[in-house]
Every structure is written in C-alpha cells, then in structure tokens.
C-alpha cells in the first residue's frame, strides 16, 4: 500500500520533511496553542527537522552537531517570530524543539535493555543524553542574544516590508 | 543589572511600555520593618491602608497564578507581576517564584508592608491562556485598563477559556505520533498503527489517567501503546514494531517541563529549573518503564523477538 513512495529517495525525504511540520502543528494542538499560531509553529518545526534532516542525511555532522546546530536554528527562528507575533517564545519552541528531543533514543535504550545487550543500551542511553545536552546548550545559547537584536530585526523588517509596498 | 536583565529579556514591551518604565521612579530600597509587629498591631496597619494596594497585589497574584499554572516560565511570571504592580502605583512589589508557589510582598511609603503568598498545584499546560494573560499584561501596562476591576474582569475570561476541546487533543497526540512515526523512518503502515495507538493512548490519558497520578498514567500509557503495537506486529500489519511504538510514545514526551526547565535554568532560575528537568526526566523514566515492561512480558509470553 503506497510503498512506491517509500521506495522513491526524492518522495521519502519529502514525505519526512512534512511529517516534520505536521508534527509540529499537532503538537500545537496538543498543548493549546491559539490557532492562529499553528502555520509559524509548524513551519519553525519544519525548518528545524529540515536542518537536522539534512545536516544527518548528507553526514555533514554528527547526530549531536547536527542536533545542536537544528536547536539553534529552531530557538532564533521561534524568538523572530515571537516579536513578530508578539507572543511568548515558548509558543513556537515547545513545537520546534519537538522534533529534535531523542525520543527514538529512550526507545532504543528500552529495547535493547529487554534483549539484554547492556553495552547497546548503554551506547543508545549516552547517545540520547549526550542529544539532550545538545539542546539544553543550543537554546541557552540563543536565549542569551539580547532582545534589542530580535526587535531590531524585525523592525527593519517591517520598515522593508512597508517600503516595498509602497 | 536589573535594568540590564530587563531589556535582554522583556519579549517585546511596546514602545509605551519602555517610556513608561523610564518614567518609572528608582526602585526604593528595600525597607523591611525591624522588628515584627505584633499581629494585632498588623491588622490595624493593613485597615489602615488605601484598598488599592492590596486589590493590586491580589491581581498580580490572580496573575502570576495562571500563568505559572499554564506552563509559563519562572520570568516571566516576574516580570509580569512587576508590569502590572507598577502600572497600578505599586512599585516595590518584590516577587518571588517557584514552580509551585508565588511569594510577593510590598511596601508603601508609610513603610508599611504587605506579603501572600499561593500554592499552585502542578497541573497540565495550556498556552493559549498564557498568550492571553502576556497579551492582557501587555494591556494593562499601555494604560487600556483603568481599573482593577476590568482587568480582573478579563482575567475570570481568560482563566474560563476552555482551550481545545477533548476530541481536538486526542486527534493532536494520533497525529503526532503517525507524523513522528513517518519522520523516524517508518513507513505507511506503521504510521496508521501509531496514528491508532496515539488516539487510544490520549483517550485513555484525558479518560481514566486523569485520575491517577502523573506517574501512573504515563506508565500505564506507554504501556498500552506498546501493546497495541504489538498485537500489530503479532497480527503481521507491520514488521516494524520498533517505529510504530517510537511513534506512539512521542505524545507522552514530557515537552513542556522539558524546555521551560531549560529556559529558567538558563534565567538562571536554577531551583524551579531543576524541579522542571526533574519532572521531565521523571516522564522519559516512565515512559521506558511502561514500554520495558511490556516488551519483558511479551518475550516471555512469545520467547523472543523476531528480527
């Protein structure tokens, strides 16, 4: 049943890219975010899988480099559209930051724990933790840029936007 | 500093609000009285006061509650408990916060001092109501609201607002757990199971897991997924038993202690951090504990897995 589009690497990647949103719209739901919210979450959500995604993919990092660096991208985007919305970060970082929390890790940690191979389930564990601190240092890291710097950006922003307009 | 913190962390105060708060007179230094009063003494003290101050302090209160109940971080509770106090005249309202209780105190020029304190019971997250207490604070701080009583009255809206309704939820966690599914590299029939369990595992979880503990309901839910999933496998509708439950669990990863325990580590919050990444760790235990259990059982029923 539809196997042919899990065949196909271009149609796989693309079917992953929009779970990756998806995910986090139906995280947003999940957590009650307003509505209106919904599109900027899942899109912060999608860009940040997108950058893991691809950063794993192509074995351009490590899954913890690659992690760290999604975080970061998903903890800048979610302050810039938290100006622009005006409202609070945590909106769009609960749903962004989703994707990225090793949740595959605690599973395969479980599994092999159960089939009794110790040094796995070790290896899986450290794996997940060492993810983990990779996003605690990512977000600490972009919540420490002053806020003057997002409310510039977007005000230039919108100065672009008016200008174009006009 | 405190201005420093204040700038680097303020979301967004409109441009009113930072006028406003320049115009705000110097923090008084913290006059604590002396000795204590004795208590009869206490309570002439507080007839003695205008009304205002203490109306202003139970709404700060009203506030900080909602807020730090919907999942709010440790600062920004703080910080708007200080917009509105300020906004209302009293501007050396000192609050203290943790996850689960508010302490905040103030003074007046007479020197007399005011202190309450909340318990505020760890319960689930619902962040519309913090958008709209952010947004009313925001309100109050640009000078929308002239009175206590409105914005009390806004805020009795706000803490009534339904948020999604149950159905809603139940389809959000099937949802994600069929799109996390697709995203860990399983396949259609994998994510249909995960999209199934999702949906059972939260009807269960807003169901019967709402009376039990946190503990309790989030072993017993990874526990069900779990067997939903493999009665899949044990069916043949998928060989891929590991992805479909990976799906599944998502919904229960304990997201929102999780990263707000970052963010008020990062705040520098570090003791309501730590009970936060406490609390999360305790979700990702649970959920191991509830998947393990049900993976012991099935080898020991069945002899194994086959892969």
Known sequence: MMDFLFENTVTLTIIQLFAGCFGSIAFSILYGVPRKYYAVGGLVGGIGWAAYFVLDYLDLASVTVATFIATLLVAFLSRLCAVWQKCPVTIFLIAGIFPLVPGAGIYWTVYYLVMGNQAEAGARGFTAFKLVMAIVIGIVMVLDIPNKFFRMMSKEKREEDRRGRV | ?307
């Open chain 2, 1 to 307: 500093m405190e201005e420093r913190e204040t700038e680097q962390r303020a979301e967004l105060p409109a441009e009113q609000l930072a006028e406003q708060l320049a115009e705000q007179p110097a923090e008084l230094p913290e006059e604590l009285p002396a000795q204590e009063p004795e208590p009869a003494e206490q309570q002439d003290k507080s007839a003695a006061q205008p009304v205002d101050q203490d109306d202003v302090l139970d709404l700060v209160m009203d506030i900080g509650h909602l807020l730090l109940e919907n999942g709010a971080e440790i600062y920004r509770v703080e910080e708007t408990i200080q917009r509105v106090a300020n906004y209302y005249g009293v501007d050396t309202a000192h609050a203290f916060i943790l996850t689960n209780g508010i302490f905040v105190s103030a003074d007046n020029a007479k020197g007399n001092s005011f202190a309450k304190v909340d318990y505020i019971p760890v319960k689930g997250a619902q962040l519309d109501r913090v958008v709209a207490v952010n947004q009313l604070s925001r309100e109050i701080a640009a000078g929308k609201y002239d009175s206590i009583a409105e914005a009390r009255e806004e805020l009795r809206r706000i803490r009534a607002m339904k948020g999604k309704p149950k159905w809603a939820k139940i389809l959000g966690s099937g949802l994600s757990a069929a799109c996390f599914c697709l995203m860990f590299g399983g396949r259609f029939p994998e994510a249909l199971v995960a999209l199934c369990a999702g949906l059972l595992m939260y009807l269960f979880i807003l169901g019967p897991g709402q009376k039990m503990s946190k503990i309790v309901s989030i072993i017993l839910g990874s526990a069900l997924v779990s067997v939903v999933c493999l009665a899949c496998y044990r069916l043949r509708l998928s060989d891929d038993f590991s992805h479909m439950i990976i799906g599944s669990i998502i919904p229960l990863i304990p997201g929102i202690p999780f990263t707000n325990g970052i963010r008020d580590i990062a705040n520098g919050d570090y003791l309501s951090g730590i009970v936060r990444m406490l609390d999360a760790l305790l979700g990702f235990l649970c959920i191991a504990i509830g998947v393990g259990i049900v993976m012991s059982a099935y080898q020991w029923i069945f002899g194994g897995f086959v892969l």
